[in-house]
Nanobody
Framework: QVQLVESGGGLVQAGGSLRLSCAAS????????MGWFRQASGKERDFAAA????????YYSDSVKGRFTISRDNAKNTVYLQMNSLKPEDTAIYYC?????????????????????WGQGTQVTVSS
């Protein structure tokens, strides 16, 4: 089992930047594809970005592509989400999630049902 703890959320003005971190403990971090999802108030949780276990491939939703960058440091058991040019519609609770892929590199999946472990979330609020 892996435990995930997000940090780095907060209040920022539109056009600003934040970097979220997700620290993992437990099983070998490098055997997990990692994803970031977000849930705005009153809405369903949506996919934002994901990265393969080696970090060689990334994928973004259309709503964040070109503004957000997902990365990971397997030596530090941490995945990051750099968020630039933030908009009020980016306001949400951001969750990191882990998809166990122990045998080989595998494409990231976009459905939250594919992910085995979740963090508690961190609030991001973008003011206009």
């Amino acid at each position: 089992q892996v435990q995930l703890v997000e940090s780095g959320g907060g209040l920022v003005q539109a056009g600003g930047s934040l970097r979220l971190s997700c620290a993992a403990s437990g099983r070998t971090f490098s055997r997990y594809n990692m994803g970031w999802f977000r849930q705005a108030s009153g809405k369903e949780r949506d996919f934002a970005a994901a990265i393969t276990r080696s970090g060689s491939s990334t994928y973004y939703s259309d709503s964040v592509k070109g503004r957000f960058t997902i990365s990971r440091d397997n030596a530090k058991n941490t995945v990051y989400l750099q968020m630039n040019s933030l908009k009020p519609e980016d306001t949400a609770i951001y969750y990191c999630a882990a998809d166990y892929r122990p045998f080989q590199e595998a494409p990231v999946l976009l459905s939250e049902s594919a992910y085995d472990y979740w963090g508690q979330g961190t609030q991001v609020t973008v003011s206009s």
